[in-house]
């Protein structure tokens, strides 16, 4: 655990706040994914909400995934060509 926390202190400001900024809208898209799909389990009895519900929960899983992932190459390709020695 100690590796993956150092890893992460030495990225960049930027690519910090764009990893903060994915976690925030994912866990917030996850969350209104699963009151979608509680309220179409206890009121509404709707195919349609279950099916956004559950998308905007995979939906925001991979946009989380996909900002994560650019903003750690946004880092790597940065220190690649600052260390060129």
Do not use: H, P
């Amino acid at each position: 655990m100690d590796k993956i926390f150092k890893t992460l202190d030495s990225l960049n400001g930027f690519s910090k706040k764009i990893i903060l900024w994915a976690c925030t809208f994912a866990v917030i898209s996850c969350n209104l994914g699963i009151c979608i799909i509680a309220y179409n389990q206890l009121f509404a009895k709707e195919v349609e909400l279950y099916t956004i519900g559950s998308s905007l929960i995979q939906q925001s899983i991979n946009a989380f995934s996909r900002l994560t992932i650019a903003a750690l190459l946004m880092d790597w390709l940065k220190n690649a060509f600052q260390n060129d020695d």
